[in-house]
């Protein structure tokens, strides 16, 4: 039997691959294949008309504050309104710190500059002068259970969530999106935004598999389910990360 | 020099003995107790020797050159008072002067030499008022300390606004994030660079820091590329391109496990060097230190003489031989580094065993996500070549991870925490006659280091 294809975006692969955001995309590519998949990724760059309708799971990474402005307008013009409609439609989006922040209405620097964006999503970025840096351990229920999610933050911008909107989880240890509410990132339908790195796929499958299969259910209807891989090594670095900086 | 630097200079050499007795290499910690005596201290020892003070700083390659470029002030029959140890923050600068001062606090030395942090710079050079700073490269290294690779370069750029009168910025024309310091410095920059064809196939996927242009933000066009995003660019939407260097490569030839030759010209005239050391880097590494010595108006013949004299750095490249077994290690401490690494590894004709050590302290980079973006698939995709990995380290399973997405057979990885233990392991898995390759990040060297001191193998660390 032929197998079921699962097709991947990345998006501003040449701006926003700051802290081994290219980590992510070989996580999805590589729990595809294993899971029985057949992945394909296409690269989503500036300048290029998308639709997003036509790809199953998206991964926007991280960028310096200087490339960030530099795609904002990319974003605005080009591309926005179609990944709007695509992420209202139920596309499974991985949306990392910069890219998190570009799902959102606005990124206002600390010297008060304004970079706005499309607004999909009902949150702002306002940027601080102290960068929030480190380890960090997440709390999260996406999985039907408590969870953790762990992984490595290094923001500016603090993050605040409209009323409407779910934070992917708690922090247990960290800052998360404003270092001052404990929410760490946002789920909205099929799209998670994070602030986590480190990358974050690789030492958390569980929240891999789940893009995955949120973005089959789209596709196939129900029809495609994975199963379980051997996580055994996965999960002995998110224990380390715990053991060491969580609880 | 005034009574209170002079007791600080006392009590950073009694600290600096009483250190070493004590087992350590003390190369910051009577620094930053002679600093609170005498806030002063580095900067009236700085003043001191005649021809100056020079300074390399960059991503890669510091060490490297540093090393070059006092072996060529030596066989310039110039003295150097040089941090070699590493120690490349504030205290450790400090330490270096106190140690080549006498018990008077003067120093006879004709050269300062000093490897500096990036992030230490502005306040370094502020002290110690270079005669010329010499910039490697920028690549993205230890994010968590740096923020972006855009702080980086202008903590360096603010060091540069504090050169000595009529000091000079030595600067790589072929990275962008390099040569564009020289707009904003007084003076006439010295550029270095490459003049060859492309010498490798340069910038991959995902892990270039400067493929677009510093000034617009377009892509550049290359012409030549010759290591990562190192190579003549130009800009076609604003015109920003590379400036011609003065000093600079024009052959590469014999490149091997053992070293390279190269052709370098410089203002002077013409001549061809032969490397002790492996690898294209350290042919920019050698271009770097020979571009520093024309700044400071060294003959020809001594920059030759002293480039063709320097051999591997401490840890940085290294065959070491313990008994019938022999160890490579390579400090491996961000993607650009690591994949040179790996290329040289997968040379070699035996077969391959390793021990590949990640550390987390401040001095490796807090944030690992750089494991990511080294080209560990060209490791996996020759692993009927490898008898074992073994991952080891604060961040061994991160490491062993990384490896498995890469591809590679789960059943030749292990995890062994200690990086003692860990290269004991090695050593008694491989036999006679075989090497056993060691990949540390910087403090895990250090643990490494040790239990291979310890067994007589090789120099301490502050004797290199």
Redesign the interface.
């Known amino acids: 039997m032929e197998r079921p294809r699962i097709h991947i975006g990345w998006l501003y692969?040449?701006?926003m691959?700051?802290?081994?955001?290219?980590?992510n995309i070989?996580?999805l590519t590589?729990r595809s294949r294993w899971h029985g998949l057949a992945p394909v990724v296409t690269q989503v760059r500036l300048g290029e008309t998308a639709d997003f309708a036509q790809f199953d799971l998206l991964m926007m990474g991280g960028g310096?504050?200087?490339?960030q402005s530099?795609i904002a307008d990319d974003f605005m013009k080009v591309k926005g309104s179609s990944l709007g409609d695509a992420i209202e439609d139920g596309l499974a989006v991985l949306a990392v710190c910069g890219g998190y922040q570009m799902l959102g209405k606005y990124f206002k620097t600390h010297t008060g500059e304004m970079i706005r964006f499309t607004g999909i999503l009902d949150l702002w970025t306002e940027g601080g002068k102290e960068?929030m840096?480190?380890?960090c351990v997440v709390e999260s229920d996406l999985f039907g259970g408590t969870r953790t999610i762990v992984g490595?933050e290094?923001h500016?911008g603090r993050t605040y969530l409209g009323k409407g909107l779910r934070p992917l989880g708690r922090v247990v240890k960290g800052y998360g999106n404003n270092g001052a509410d404990r929410t760490e990132g946002v789920v909205y339908k099929n799209t998670v935004g994070t602030y986590l790195?480190?990358?974050i796929l690789?030492?958390n499958p569980h929240l891999a598999d789940w893009l995955i299969q949120r973005a089959l259910d789209r596709r196939y209807g129900g029809e495609v389910k994975i199963g379980k891989l051997n996580d055994d090594?996965?999960m002995?670095?998110h224990e380390?990360i715990i053991a060491?900086f969580g609880r | 020099m005034n009574l209170r630097s002079r007791l600080a200079v006392w009590m950073g050499k009694g600290l600096v003995t009483a250190t070493r007795v004590a087992g350590r290499g003390g190369t910051t910690l009577p620094g930053a107790v002679a600093r609170k005596v005498a806030p002063d201290l580095l900067r009236s020892l700085a003043a001191q020797p005649r021809e100056g003070v020079v300074a390399v700083t960059g991503t890669n390659g510091k060490t490297t050159t540093a090393k070059m470029l006092s072996s060529i002030c030596e066989a310039a029959g110039l003295g150097v008072a040089h941090n070699r140890a590493g120690a490349n923050l504030i205290a450790g600068l400090t330490t270096a002067f106190i140690q080549a001062a006498n018990w008077t606090g003067r120093i006879d030395r004709a050269v300062g030499l000093l490897e500096i942090d990036e992030a230490t710079m502005p306040q370094a050079c502020k002290e110690v008022r270079p005669r010329a700073v010499v910039v490697t490269n920028f690549f993205?290294d230890q994010?968590?300390r740096f923020?972006?690779?855009?702080q980086t370069v202008s903590l360096v750029g603010r060091g540069l606004e504090h050169l000595a009168p009529g000091g000079r910025a030595v600067l790589n024309a072929d990275d962008p994030n390099c040569a564009r310091l020289g707009q904003q410095v007084g003076g006439e920059p010295l550029y270095y660079g490459f003049e060859v064809p492309s010498v490798s196939g340069g910038a991959r996927?995902?892990?270039s820091d400067a493929?677009?242009c510093v000034q617009c933000?377009h892509?550049y066009e290359y012409s030549a590329l010759h290591y990562a995003h190192l190579g003549k660019y130009r800009c076609p939407a604003c015109g920003h391109r590379r400036p011609r260097p003065k000093v600079y490569v024009d052959r590469v030839w014999d490149v091997d496990a053992r070293g390279s030759a190269l052709r370098l010209v410089t203002p002077q005239g013409a001549c061809e060097v032969r490397l002790q050391i492996p690898g294209l880097y350290n042919v920019y590494n050698a271009l770097a230190a020979a571009a520093g010595a024309v700044a400071l108006g060294l003959p020809l013949a001594a920059i030759k003489q002293g480039l063709e004299a320097t051999t591997s750095q401490f840890g940085r490249m290294e065959l070491i031989t313990m008994g019938d077994r022999q160890v490579f290690m390579a400090l491996v401490k961000n993607p650009a580094g690591f994949d040179s690494v790996i290329q040289t590894v997968m040379q070699a004709a035996a077969r391959k065993n390793l021990v590949i050590a990640i550390n987390d302290q401040y001095a490796d980079g807090?944030?690992?996500?750089?494991?990511?973006?080294v080209d560990f698939e060209a490791l996996a995709g020759h692993q009927d070549e490898i008898n074992f990995v073994i991952c080891t380290g604060?961040r061994a399973?991160?490491m062993?991870?990384?490896l498995?997405?890469?591809?590679m057979d789960?059943a030749k990885?292990s995890?062994e925490k200690d990086p003692e233990l860990a290269v004991k392991q090695g050593l008694r898995y491989i036999q006679a006659g075989d090497l056993l390759y060691i990949l540390p990040t910087y403090t895990a060297m250090l643990q490494i280091r040790g239990i291979i001191a310890r067994k007589g193998h090789t120099k301490k660390y502050w004797e290199v």
């Not at chain 2, 923020?147 to 855009?150: A, N, Y």
């Not at chain 2, 807090?366 to 973006?373: A, E, F, H, N, R």
Request: net charge negative; no cysteine.
């Open positions: 692969p040449e701006y691959n700051l802290y081994g955001d290219r980590g070989i996580v590589q310096q504050d200087r490339e530099l960068r840096i480190g380890n490595f290094n500016s790195h480190g990358s690789p030492k090594l996965e002995r670095a380390a060491r | 993205r994010l968590d923020g972006e690779l855009e996927n995902g892990a493929r677009h933000g892509p807090t944030d690992i996500s750089w494991l990511w973006d604060q399973e991160d062993a991870v990384r498995k997405y890469a591809g789960v990885l995890i």
